[in-house]
């Protein structure tokens, strides 16, 4: 299922701690479970991490002011 703009934050981070679990269950077992296409895909995942964290940083030292976005829900 496609992430949606207004919530992308939200449903990565918990995609996120999935992967963290996964990769925790591996390193205690030392054993990895997983596809040759998951394996492959971790360090882009990683790298990307590494950016977000690099880009939040930033955020968080430029007082970057939060503007709520419309999800275009009718409420």
């Given amino acids: ?3 949606l ?6 449903n990565t981070s918990h995609d996120l701690e999935i992967c963290v679990e996964k990769l925790m269950d591996a390193v205690d077992t030392r054993t ?3 596809s040759e296409y998951e394996a492959m895909a971790l360090p882009d995942l990683v790298r990307q991490a590494r ?3 690099m880009l939040y940083d930033k955020f968080v030292t430029m007082k970057i ?11």
């Fill in 1 to 3: 299922m496609p992430t």
């Fill in 51 to 53: 950016t977000l964290v």
């Fill in 32 to 34: 990895a479970d997983w």
């Fill in 5 to 10: 703009s207004y919530c992308a934050f939200e």
């Fill in 65 to 75: 002011e939060y503007v709520a976005e419309d999800d275009g829900g009718d409420y």
